[in-house]
C-alpha cells in the first residue's frame, strides 16, 4: 500500500464532516477523501443488515478510488458493521463508538447522558460498552429521533431543532446527568443549541478528535503517512452538494465538492 493514497472517510450523510475536520486539522498533509451517503440518511432507523449493505457500498467505492486507510466516521454503521468490515477487506478501518468511557469516569455525578441513533443504541458492541459502564453509574440512554434529518436540510438551530433538544434533554435532565454524549457525527453541530439548553455545569463530550488520534496512530504504526505535498480535500455527496458545501467545516475555496451517484 502507499503511503500517498488517499484516507478515505464515509458517513450516512454530512455529519461525518465533524470528524474529517479533526483528522484535517491532525493530519493536514494527508489526502482525504469523504462520501456523505446523504440518499440513504438516515441510517439510524434501519436494520442492521441494511446498514451493513450501505456500510459495505460505501467502502467498496472508497477502495475503488484507492483509499489505504477507511474511517467509518459514523457511530450507526461503526457499532452495527465495523466487526464485518474488518474480517472482509485487507485494509485498516477506523471506527467512532460514544465516548462512554470518558464521560463515565469523569463524571462526579455518576450520571451521564447518551444521545445517539435508534440503530447505535440497539448494537450490541454498544450493549457491551454500557454495561461496563452501568455498573458504577446511571447512564440514560435518548434517541436523537429526527435530528439527523434535520441537519441534513442544513438545520442547526432553528427553533423548532431547540425545541426538538428541549424535549429529548428532559429525561437526562431529570436525572441529573452532568455529561452528555454525543453519540452521533451529525450532532456536535448541535453544540451551540445544546448549550443554550443544558446548565452549565453539563460537559459535553464527543470522540472528533480522538478518531483523528487513533488515525494518525494505525497510519503511523503502519508506515501509511504521507510525506507529500497538501492535496485539496475531495467530498462527494448522492444527495444535495449545497448541504455539504455550508456544513463544511473549512473555509470555501480549500476544497471540493462533486455530486456522484454511488
Ligand atoms: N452520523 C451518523 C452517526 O454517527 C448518523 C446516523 C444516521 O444516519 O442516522 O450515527
Redo the contacts with the bound molecule.
Keep these: 500500500m502507499s503511503k500517498d493514497k488517499p484516507i478515505g472517510i464515509f ?3 454530512v ?2 464532516t465533524s470528524i474529517w475536520k479533526e483528522i484535517h486539522h491532525l493530519l493536514p498533509l494527508e489526502h482525504t477523501i469523504y462520501l456523505a451517503d446523504s440518499a440513504n ?4 432507523e434501519k436494520p442492521s443488515e441494511e446498514i451493513l449493505r450501505l456500510s459495505v457500498k460505501n467502502t467498496e467505492k472508497l477502495i475503488a478510488m484507492g483509499a489505504k486507510i477507511i474511517v467509518v466516521a ?3 454503521a461503526t457499532t452495527n458493521a465495523i466487526s464485518r468490515l474488518r474480517t472482509s477487506y485487507n485494509l485498516p478501518f477506523i471506527g ?1 463508538e460514544p465516548a462512554i468511557k470518558p464521560a463515565a469516569l469523569q463524571s462526579k455525578a455518576k450520571c451521564i447522558g447518551i444521545l ?2 435508534k ?2 443504541l440497539s448494537s450490541a458492541l454498544f450493549a457491551k460498552t454500557s454495561d461496563l459502564y452501568s455498573r458504577d453509574n446511571k447512564i440514560i440512554e435518548v434517541v436523537g429521533k429526527g435530528l ?1 434529518e434535520q441537519i441534513e436540510k442544513g438545520q442547526k438551530d432553528s427553533p423548532f431543532i431547540k425545541a426538538m433538544l428541549t424535549e429529548l434533554l428532559q429525561p437526562m435532565l431529570k436525572a441529573g446527568i452532568d455529561h452528555l454524549v454525543l453519540g ?3 450532532y456536535p453541530y448541535l453544540i451551540p443549541s445544546l448549550k443554550e439548553i443544558l446548565p452549565p455545569h453539563v460537559q459535553i463530550i464527543d470522540s472528533g478528535m480522538a478518531v483523528a488520534k487513533q488515525t494518525k496512530v494505525v497510519l503511523q504504526s503502519l508506515d501509511l503517512l504521507t510525506d507529500m505535498q497538501q492535496h485539496i480535500p475531495e467530498f462527494y455527496t448522492n444527495g444535495d452538494p449545497k448541504v455539504l458545501q455550508t456544513i463544511i467545516p473549512s473555509p470555501a475555496g480549500s476544497f471540493v465538492v462533486k455530486q456522484m451517484d454511488f
Design positions: 458517513d450516512s450523510g455529519g461525518g440518511a438516515p441510517y439510524g459514523c457511530n450507526t467512532i445517539a441513533t440503530g447505535t439527523v452521533c457525527s451529525h
